[in-house]
T-cell receptor, first 113, second 115 residues
Framework: GESVGLHLPTLSVQEGDNSIINCAYSNSASDYFIWYKQESGKGPQFIIDIRSNMDKRQGQRVTVLLNKTVKHLSLQIAATQPGDSAVYFCAENMRTGFQKLVFGTGTRLLVSP | EAGVAQSPRYKIIEKRQSVAFWCNPISGHATLYWYQQILGQGPKLLIQFQNNGVVDDSQLPKDRFSAERLKGVDSTLKIQPAKLEDSAVYLC?????????????FGEGSRLTVL
């Protein structure tokens, strides 16, 4: 299928390596953050989320770190697999009351066997 | 559980023509979103519904785009007349959450090419 993005920042890793994808968010008042994975020709798929009262959350093979001081999020993927190859987006909730998710520009992860 | 359904998956039109996209959210999800994703960029929110009411349409180009969710279930996004820069994937998402933050479930998207 057609690529989601042709000029995105790209992280290339070997299968089995750990991957770290970074994201700078814009609003210091944002209270909720999500990482999404988007494969070619598909809609974004939820990976993991974190609220602003936490600085770390772990899932299966994934960890999200939140540094509110410098408005920075990271997604760590352990033992990266070829199936992890995709574009990864962070999103922040920029509104109290009704949620408004604003997405970043994305990072392409390429995993070589 | 069925996911978010969108149609058509692909559409090619000439500029100044019109097009409509349809979305059926996950059953029971009160909040519905339309996002526009231009190639190489993250999704951008166009409009957000809570049941059949509009919560946010601040980034919807209202001179050419319109959207409705008449019965609080499925939704239609229309573009008339289309411009070249409207070429993008139109993503529909739904959620059970009103506020406080929660996962959005996305459909596969409708890819529009304007020639």
């Amino acid at each position: 299928g057609e690529s989601v993005g042709l000029h995105l920042p790209t992280l290339s890793v070997q299968e089995g390596d750990n991957s770290i994808i970074n994201c700078a968010y814009s609003n210091s008042a944002s209270d909720y953050f999500i990482w999404y994975k988007q494969e070619s020709g598909k809609g974004p798929q939820f990976i993991i989320d974190i609220r602003s009262n936490m600085d770390k959350r772990q899932g299966q093979r994934v960890t999200v770190l939140l540094n509110k001081t410098v408005k920075h999020l990271s997604l760590q993927i352990a033992a990266t697999q070829p199936g992890d190859s995709a574009v990864y987006f962070c999103a922040e909730n920029m509104r109290t009351g009704f949620q408004k998710l604003v997405f970043g520009t994305g990072t392409r992860l390429l995993v070589s066997p | 559980e069925a996911g978010v359904a969108q149609s058509p998956r692909y559409k090619i039109i000439e500029k100044r023509q019109s097009v409509a996209f349809w979305c059926n959210p996950i059953s029971g999800h009160a909040t519905l979103y339309w996002y526009q994703q231009i190639l190489g960029q993250g999704p951008k929110l166009l409009i957000q519904f809570q049941n059949n009411g509009v919560v946010d349409d601040s980034q919807l180009p209202k001179d050419r785009f319109s959207a409705e969710r008449l019965k609080g279930v499925d939704s239609t996004l229309k573009i008339q007349p289309a411009k070249l820069e409207d070429s993008a994937v139109y993503l529909c998402a739904s959620s059970t959450f009103r506020g406080g933050g929660g996962e959005l479930f996305f459909g596969e998207g409708s890819r529009l090419t304007v020639l």
